[in-house]
């Protein structure tokens, strides 16, 4: 009884779908969610709710709604739902996942100093220049003959921000690094999974000694473990007060903040925040130019219009930081890779802060809100054939670039995306450099999918590709 009791929409909800007793409408979210949501969006309004198991969760789709509620009520929309894998994984501490307080205004604040301190500017620009020709000597080696990109594109990105938080890059063959990686993005897939949720219906599951949701907690203890040890090993000689990486800035919080009883900075925290940085810099980037690339391989036109301009502005040099306004086809092109791909299709989960009202519905404090950024892009008043990958739709009718209001990978409001510029800095740099030095092809025969692999983020398929040197 009291978990129909709880299946009940509260009153002035937004309508959904009829749930199914007990599990609600878990089921419907086992193939391609995002597209599963927007079309329920067509039958009951850009806002409407479905039941996962008893979780009352409102939906937010296309543009105009998710603006209203993400950027006109910015901190109504502000909070992490408490749900109970994010509880086990994190205790509602750490950055990303936090709660929206004292703890994620300290985090936050510190992250974005030490991005700005440590990920930008003309530093940042020469490591990752530097790290570019990393990644290209390491694709060199295939000689031109099939290979899946996936590690080499994701041990140069993790090293970005690798920078940032040890002050350092890890080599291509650090193969503990490399599995601690595999393992907490094996476990961004699984946060999406029905295990997921129906751990977060149904707690009690943890005590079950199977399924997914095991595998996902056994990853997360080894992650953890792992991040402790090397935090450890990158705090050793650390001065006071004079941080050379993100974990000196946050243990001289720890110290600074010592006599304050009600501090969010912490041990735990510290790795959780670490652990969160790594990933979310490294998944979405990293599946970013997978996609980019897997593209340019099926579009060899758009590649090689993207290699004219490339090799028209750098003329066979490396590109320089002013480079990239130069560079309106190539900002085009990795736009309308973020539009079409959406890499992190329902953003993050968020939850509401306060009570909320929104276009005559209310919205209880603590209701968990899936933005579904998916339904932006392919939103139909903002977006000609949406399913087309037609990089031309930034573009004015002199080549230049222009920018779409409805355009948000990085999402909006309070919680959005911290490192959308170095992101951006990143994807720039490495597209422009891979492409400046091999024409990307796929073998003989081969024929890749579209098809994303589901998760929390969308990633394509492994696929083999041949990178040829070019003739410049
Ligand atoms: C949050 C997308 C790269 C760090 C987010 C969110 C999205 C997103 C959609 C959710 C925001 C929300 O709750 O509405 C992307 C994409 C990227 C990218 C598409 C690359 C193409 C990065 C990088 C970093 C980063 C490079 C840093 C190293 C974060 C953090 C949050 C976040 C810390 C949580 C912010 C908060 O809760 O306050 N990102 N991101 N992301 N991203 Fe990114």
Redesign the pocket.
């Known amino acids: 009884i009291r978990q129909l009791l709880k299946q009940r929409r509260p009153r002035g909800f937004p309508p959904g779908p009829t749930p199914l007793p007990i599990i609600g409408n878990i089921l419907s979210l086992a193939t391609e969610p995002h597209v599963y949501m927007k079309r329920q969006s067509d039958i009951h309004g850009q806002i409407f709710s479905l039941d996962l198991g008893g979780i009352s969760t409102v939906i937010l789709n296309g543009y105009d709604a998710i603006k209203e509620c ?1 950027y006109y009520q910015s901190e109504v929309f502000a909070d ?1 739902p408490s749900l109970p894998l994010f509880q086990k994984m994190t205790k509602m501490g750490g ?4 709660k929206y307080g004292r703890g ?1 205004i300290e985090h ?1 604040k510190l ?1 974005v100093n030490c ?1 700005r301190y440590f ?1 930008s500017g003309q530093r940042m620009f020469e490591r990752i220049s530097e790290e570019c020709l990393f990644f290209l000597d390491a694709i060199e080696k295939h000689k031109g003959k099939p290979f899946n990109p996936k590690h080499l594109v994701t041990n140069a ?1 993790s090293n ?2 690798n920078h ?1 938080i040890f002050g350092q890059r890890f080599t291509y063959d650090d193969s503990d690094f490399q599995h601690m990686i595999e393992i907490f993005s094996e476990n961004v897939e699984l946060a999406a999974s029905g295990w997921a949720f129906m751990y977060n219906a149904f707690p009690w599951m943890e005590y079950l000694p199977f399924g997914k949701h095991q595998k996902l907690f056994r990853n997360a203890n080894e992650v953890y473990n792992f991040l402790l040890q090397i935090i450890k090993r990158f705090s050793q000689e650390r001065v006071t007060q004079s941080p050379r990486h993100y974990i000196d800035a946050y243990l001289d919080e720890v110290e600074q903040s010592a006599t304050d009883t009600a501090t969010t900075f912490s041990q735990d925290n510290l790795i959780f925040s670490v652990g ?3 990933i ?3 998944e ?2 990293t ?2 130019l997978r996609w980019a690339m897997l593209y340019m391989a099926l579009y060899p036109r758009i590649q090689e219009k993207v290699q004219r301009e490339i090799d028209c502005v750098l003329n066979g040099r490396l590109p320089a930081f002013e480079d990239r306004q130069r560079m309106p086809y190539v900002e085009a092109v990795l736009h309308e890779i ?1 539009r079409l791909c959406n ?2 299709p329902l ?4 939850a509401t802060s306060q009570d909320a009202v929104v276009r005559d519905y209310t919205i209880p404090k603590g209701t968990m809100v899936i ?1 579904n ?1 998916y339904s932006v892009h392919f939103d139909e008043k903002y977006w000609s054939d949406p399913s087309i990958f037609f990089p031309e739709r930034f573009l004015d009718n002199n080549g230049r670039f222009v920018r779409h209001e409805a355009f ?13 510029q ?3 800095l ?2 720039f740099l490495f597209f422009t450099t891979l492409l400046q030095r091999f024409h990307l092809q796929f073998p003989v025969g081969f024929i890749p999918s579209l098809s994303p692999k589901l998760g929390m983020t969308l990633q394509p398929r492994p696929y083999s590709i041949c990178a040829i040197r070019r003739q410049q």
């Open positions: 993400l992490r950055l990303l996942n936090c994620w936050h992250a991005f990920g990105v970005i921000t940032i969160e940085l790594i979310a810099g490294t979405t980037t599946n970013c973020l890499i992190v953003g993050i989960f968020r933005t950024l948000l990978p990085f999402s909006i409001g309070k919680r959005h995306c911290l490192g959308e170095l992101a951006r990143e994807m």
